[in-house]
C-alpha cells in the first residue's frame, strides 16, 4: 500500500519529473549500451564463451531498447551526452583492462559491478516507476540475475588465479560507484529513489556475488571498506 501512496504522489508528466528523467532514462540506456559492447569485447578474450557472451549481449540490446521506449511513453529526450560522461572513468578502465588482456578485471567491471549496479537501480526504481516502465524493467532485472551469474561462475572457476586481479579491480573500480551514486542523488530522488536504498541494495547483490566466486566475510567487509571511504 506505502509504494501504491508513494507512485500516486508521483507526477510522471510534471517538468520537474521528465527533467529528472532525462538523466535517469540516459544513464539506464547508457549502461545497456556499455553491457553490450563490453559482451562483445569480452567475446574476442573468452573465444571458448564467445556463443553464450554473445546472446547476454543481444539481451543487453533488447534491454537498451525497452528502456528507450521508456523515455519515448513519457515524452522525454534522454540526455546522452550526460550518460556518456557519467560512465566514462568505468568505460575507460574496462577498455584500458581489455587492451591489456586482464579478463578478470573486465569481468569485475561488467559482471559484477556495472551487474550489482544495475540490479540495485531497477529494484528501487520497479515499484515507484509509471505502469509501462514497471513492466518494461521487471522483465529486464530478470535477465540481469543471469548476466551476473555469468561472472560469478567464471570467477568461482578461476577464483585462485584472479583472486590478486580481482582485489585490485576492485580497490581501483568500487569508489567510482560510489562517486556515481552521490552524482545521481538528486534525480534519483525525484523520481521516488532514496540513494540509502539504491546503496543497500548495491552492496547486498556485489557481496553476495563475491561471496559465491570464493572470497570470505572478512575479505567481503575489506573489499566493500574502498567504495565507502569514497561515498
Given at each position: 500500500m506505502q509504494e501504491l501512496a508513494l507512485r500516486s504522489e508521483l507526477?510522471?508528466?510534471?517538468?520537474?519529473?521528465?527533467?529528472?528523467?532525462?538523466?535517469i532514462n540516459a544513464i539506464v540506456i547508457e549502461g545497456e549500451q556499455?553491457?553490450?559492447?563490453?559482451?562483445?569485447?569480452?567475446?574476442?578474450?573468452?573465444?571458448e564463451d564467445e556463443a553464450e557472451l554473445i546472446r547476454l549481449s543481444?539481451?543487453?540490446?533488447?534491454?537498451?531498447?525497452?528502456?528507450?521506449?521508456?523515455?519515448?511513453?513519457?515524452?522525454?529526450?534522454?540526455?546522452?551526452?550526460?550518460?556518456?560522461?557519467?560512465?566514462?572513468?568505468?568505460?575507460?578502465?574496462?577498455?584500458?583492462?581489455?587492451?591489456?588482456?586482464?579478463?578478470?578485471?573486465?569481468?569485475?567491471?561488467?559482471?559484477?559491478?556495472?551487474?550489482?549496479?544495475?540490479?540495485?537501480?531497477?529494484?528501487?526504481?520497479?515499484?515507484?516507476?509509471?505502469?509501462?516502465?514497471?513492466?518494461?524493467?521487471?522483465?529486464?532485472?530478470?535477465?540481469?540475475?543471469?548476466?551476473?551469474?555469468?561472472?560469478?561462475?567464471?570467477?568461482?572457476?578461476?577464483?585462485?588465479?584472479?583472486?590478486?586481479?580481482?582485489?585490485?579491480?576492485?580497490?581501483?573500480?568500487?569508489?567510482?560507484?560510489?562517486?556515481?551514486?552521490?552524482?545521481?542523488?538528486?534525480?534519483?530522488?525525484?523520481?521516488?529513489?532514496?540513494?540509502?536504498?539504491?546503496?543497500?541494495?548495491?552492496?547486498?547483490?556485489?557481496?553476495?556475488?563475491?561471496?559465491?566466486?570464493?572470497?570470505?566475510?572478512?575479505?567481503?567487509?575489506?573489499?566493500?571498506?574502498?567504495?565507502?571511504?569514497?561515498?
Amino acid at each position: 500500500m506505502q509504494e501504491l501512496a508513494l507512485r500516486s504522489e508521483l507526477d510522471f508528466n510534471s517538468e520537474t519529473y521528465k527533467d529528472a528523467y532525462s538523466r535517469i532514462n540516459a544513464i539506464v540506456i547508457e549502461g545497456e549500451q556499455e553491457a553490450y559492447q563490453n559482451y562483445l569485447d569480452m567475446a574476442q578474450l573468452l573465444p571458448e564463451d564467445e556463443a553464450e557472451l554473445i546472446r547476454l549481449s543481444k539481451m543487453e540490446n533488447r534491454h537498451k531498447k525497452g528502456f528507450q521506449a521508456c523515455g519515448k511513453n513519457l515524452n522525454v529526450t534522454p540526455d546522452m551526452d550526460y550518460a556518456q560522461q557519467f560512465f566514462a572513468e568505468l568505460h575507460g578502465n574496462f577498455q584500458k583492462a581489455k587492451a591489456e588482456g586482464k579478463i578478470v578485471t573486465c569481468l569485475l567491471i561488467q559482471s559484477l559491478i556495472i551487474e550489482a549496479f544495475a540490479i540495485a537501480a531497477y529494484n528501487i526504481y520497479i515499484p515507484v516507476a509509471d505502469p509501462f516502465a514497471r513492466k518494461i524493467t521487471e522483465g529486464v532485472v530478470k535477465d540481469e540475475y543471469t548476466h551476473l551469474n555469468f561472472g560469478e561462475v567464471w570467477l568461482k572457476e578461476h577464483f585462485e588465479a584472479s583472486k590478486a586481479e580481482l582485489e585490485d579491480a576492485n580497490k581501483e573500480n568500487l569508489p567510482l560507484v560510489w562517486q556515481m551514486l552521490n552524482q545521481v542523488e538528486k534525480d534519483a530522488e525525484v523520481l521516488g529513489m532514496e540513494k540509502e536504498a539504491l546503496v543497500e541494495d548495491f552492496m547486498i547483490s556485489y557481496g553476495e556475488a563475491l561471496s559465491n566466486i570464493g572470497f570470505s566475510t572478512r575479505e567481503i567487509m575489506k573489499m566493500s571498506a574502498y567504495g565507502l571511504r569514497a561515498a
